[in-house]
């Protein structure tokens, strides 16, 4: 079945950085577009970043933007991302998510699609 496990989260201060993996199996990794997903204490799901199946269109919500780095490795069915000047607002518990193709960023619900793990929290304060 698909299993999709998430690592790297923490705490770190302000204008820190932390790189989250995401270890997949049970499924095609190659051909899914993918995404991670954030819920913030008290707020809803908020799709941050998604991923073409072959890495070469990587998008982003505009609150991540210039900050956040996703990847991917099809050799080795792992998502990543790359956070980098972290703000206190990115405190969440992050989702790796395999969903449909170019899903719209911002608030939502899961699909019936779509598949996510059990989340990594990353905090982020002084």
């Known amino acids: 079945q698909v299993q999709l496990v998430e690592s790297g989260g923490g705490l770190v201060q302000p204008g820190g950085s932390l790189r989250l993996s995401c270890a997949a199996s049970g499924f095609a990794f190659s051909s899914y577009w993918l995404y991670w997903v954030r819920q913030a204490p008290g707020k809803g799901l908020e799709w941050v970043s998604g991923?073409?199946?072959?890495?070469?269109?990587?998008y982003y919500t505009d609150s991540v933007e210039d900050r956040f780095a996703i990847s991917r490795d099809n050799a080795k069915n792992s998502l990543y991302l790359q956070m980098n000047s972290l703000k206190p607002e990115d405190t969440a518990l992050y989702y790796c998510?395999?969903?449909?193709?170019?899903?719209?960023?911002?608030?939502?619900?899961?699909?019936?699609?779509?598949?996510w793990g059990q989340g990594t929290q990353v905090t982020v304060s002084s």
């Open positions: 991923i073409s199946p072959g890495g070469f269109i990587p």
């Open positions: 998510a395999r969903g449909p193709p170019r899903r719209g960023l911002g608030y939502g619900s899961w699909q019936e699609d779509d598949y």
